[in-house]
């Protein structure tokens, strides 16, 4: 067995997401502390009671998603050493959640991770306000002749996600011309997504050296598990690959589906999502098929791991 874990990024947040860890696990319940702590306000209370709508804005979803996703990794450890699990060959994650891999493998001390993607939100935000964006995912078109697509309408793919679902991102006005063109193309289905700005997009220029500055300042070591890179699909190597990702994957695609057949290429054979919601392991399924999938999204699912 060969063994990876998957982080997802934005699009899993919801109120109430990781109180059951907190509540039931104490290694969970000292991440929220932390977080709270690092970054100086009750970012527990505010994943656990909402309101939704502050949850929901991507300054305040970034370090919630982190910190549920790593609280959920801290609750499972015993879990999935009992079962043979603990030991991943790699680490990926979908966006965001590049993060949590990288706290997962030692390179990000987690207190230094969730006050970078607060700024990373913030920087994204800000850049969605200087720039009414879209963004819009489109299934069953090829992924070259939807990239000629883009590119006559000045917008970018987003989140190549499998063969079969990309995402594309850029101004409002230009992804609506894509999305009728793309209809017109023969698309099975596009699909407009609510966003408050086209992330992984030119757009998001503005966001990349604020976070170069803020990646300059941080701790930043040498993964101890290999962590797949969204924007190469390939291991990082060392701090200075890992800056250069982390501050140009904001405005870059992200390469799901290439991350994925690249693992399963190094023998990789068991995929385990680790944070809140199933997006990943549903696209490991488009994408490979065969391969063994689990969830570890609640305590219910760890329970259920448990008893297998």
Request: hydrophobic fraction near 40%; charged fraction near 20%; charge should be negative.
């Amino acid at each position: 067995m060969s063994i990876a874990y998957l982080f997802p990024g934005q699009g899993a947040q919801a109120v109430g997401m990781g109180k059951d860890a907190y509540e039931s696990d104490e290694n969970a319940k000292n991440i929220f502390d932390e977080a709270d702590t690092s970054l100086g306000f009750s970012l527990s209370n505010l994943c656990f009671n909402g309101p939704e709508d502050t949850l929901t804005q991507t300054i305040n979803t970034q370090p919630a998603i982190l910190t549920a996703s790593i609280a959920m990794l801290e609750a499972s450890r015993s879990i999935l050493a009992q079962k043979g699990y603990s030991e991943p060959a790699f680490l990926a994650g979908h966006s965001l959640g590049e993060y949590s891999a990288l706290v997962a493998a030692q390179s990000l001390p987690f207190g230094e991770a969730v006050k970078l993607v607060r700024e990373r939100g913030r920087l994204m935000q800000a850049a969605g306000d200087a720039s009414e964006g879209a963004m819009a995912a489109v299934m069953g078109m090829d992924e070259s002749k939807l990239e000629e697509i883009c590119n006559k309408n000045g917008v970018d793919m987003a989140n190549l996600n499998s063969t079969d679902q990309i995402v594309i991102s850029g101004s409002k006005s230009g992804v609506e011309k894509a999305q009728e063109m793309a209809e017109e193309a023969g698309a099975r289905r596009v699909v407009a997504l609510k966003v408050s700005a086209a992330f992984h997009s030119s757009l998001m220029d503005p966001a990349v050296p604020g976070m170069r500055d803020a990646l300059n300042n941080s701790e930043i070591e040498t993964p101890n598990i290999p962590v797949v890179a969204n924007v190469t699909a390939k291991p990082l190597n060392d701090s200075q690959d890992i800056l250069e990702e982390l501050a140009s994957q904001i405005r870059s695609p992200v390469q799901w589906f290439r991350t994925i057949q690249f693992l399963d290429a190094q023998g990789v054979d068991t995929y385990i999502e680790i944070g809140p919601g199933r997006v990943l392991t549903g696209l490991v399924k488009r994408i490979l098929g065969e391969a063994e999938t689990i969830n570890i999204s609640t305590m219910e699912d760890l329970e259920k791991l448990s008893g297998s």
